[in-house]
C-alpha cells in the first residue's frame, strides 16, 4: 500500500460510475432525467442540512466566544465570497469546462459544464475529504477514502447519467484536492483539530445548499466563488480559538 491510494480508489470510483452512468442515461427519456436531477438535488440539500447542524455541534461552540459561532461562518463567507468574486473561481471553472467539453463532447451531447462544475464541487466539500486524505496521507489508513469512493461512485453514476461526461472529468479536481492534502498529511504529520474540522465542514454545508439549489433550478447561485471560505473557516475559528 502506498501514499495516495485512497485518492487513485475514489478518481476509479468516479470514472467508473460515471461510465455507467452515461451508458445508463441514453436510455432515459428527458422526463426522467430531470426528475432524476430533481431527486438528487433534494438529498444534496439533505447533505447540505447534514452538515450545516455541525454549526450547533458542542465541540465547536465550546472553542470559540460564546455566540460567536454563527458569526464565524458568516465572516468566511462574506470574505470568502469577496476573494472568489475577485478571482473569478466561478467563471474559470465555467471556462475550464468549456475547454474541456469542446474537446471531448463537441457536439453539445450532454450538459457538460454544469456536470462537470457540479460534481467537482459536490466531491471535493465534506470533512471525509480531508480527513480521509491527511490520514491517507500520515499512513493512518484509507478507510475514510474507500467509503468515500464508495459513495461518489454511486453519486456519479445519478449524476452522469443526467449530467453526462462532465461528471467524469470531476475526477481530474478531485484528485488534485485530495492529493494536496494527502501532502499535507505527509509533510505536517498532524490533522486540524476537531472544531476546526467543524467550521469547515458546516461552511461546506452552505455551499451544498448554494449546489442544491441550482441543481433544483430555484437560483444559480455562483458556488464556485464561495470556495476560499472553506479555507478561511478553520483559520477564523482558530484564530477566535487563540486570541478572543
Known amino acids: 500500500m502506498f501514499v495516495g ?12 460510475g460515471s461510465a455507467l452512468g ?3 442515461g441514453a436510455k432515459f427519456k428527458e422526463e426522467t432525467r430531470d426528475l432524476v436531477t430533481s431527486v438528487l438535488g433534494f438529498v444534496t440539500l439533505l447533505a447540505a442540512a447534514d452538515a450545516i447542524k455541525q454549526l450547533w455541534n ?9 455566540g460567536w459561532a454563527v458569526l464565524t461562518i458568516l465572516a468566511s463567507l462574506l470574505i470568502g465570497a469577496l476573494i472568489g468574486n475577485t478571482l473569478g473561481i466561478e467563471k474559470r471553472l465555467e471556462i475550464l469546462g468549456t475547454r474541456l467539453k469542446n474537446r471531448f463532447d463537441p457536439n453539445g451531447a450532454s450538459p457538460f459544464v454544469d456536470g462537470f462544475v ?7 466539500i465534506g470533512p471525509m475529504a480531508i480527513l480521509g486524505s491527511i490520514s491517507d496521507g500520515m499512513g493512518s489508513g484509507i478507510d475514510q477514502l474507500v467509503l468515500k ?12 447519467a443526467t ?11 478531485v484528485g488534485i484536492y485530495q492529493f494536496s492534502w494527502t501532502a499535507v498529511g505527509f509533510v505536517l504529520g498532524a490533522i486540524l483539530p476537531d472544531y476546526q474540522v467543524l467550521a469547515m465542514t458546516a461552511t461546506g454545508g452552505i455551499l451544498l445548499l448554494g449546489i442544491s439549489l441550482r441543481m433544483l433550478k430555484i ?7 464561495l470556495l476560499p471560505a472553506l479555507f478561511l473557516a478553520p483559520v477564523i475559528a482558530g484564530a477566535l480559538h487563540i486570541f478572543a
Open 149 to 160: 469512493s464508495i459513495l461518489d461512485g454511486i453519486t456519479s453514476i445519478a449524476f452522469a
Open 219 to 225: 437560483k444559480q447561485v455562483p458556488v464556485g466563488n
Open 58 to 66: 458542542s465541540d465547536f461552540t465550546n472553542q470559540l466566544p460564546k
Open 5 to 16: 491510494l485512497g485518492t487513485v480508489i475514489n478518481v476509479f470510483a468516479i470514472l467508473a
Open 118 to 124: 457540479s460534481a467537482s464541487l459536490l466531491f471535493v
Open 163 to 173: 449530467l453526462g461526461w462532465g461528471v467524469a472529468v470531476s475526477a481530474l479536481p
Open 22 to 24: 452515461i451508458f445508463a
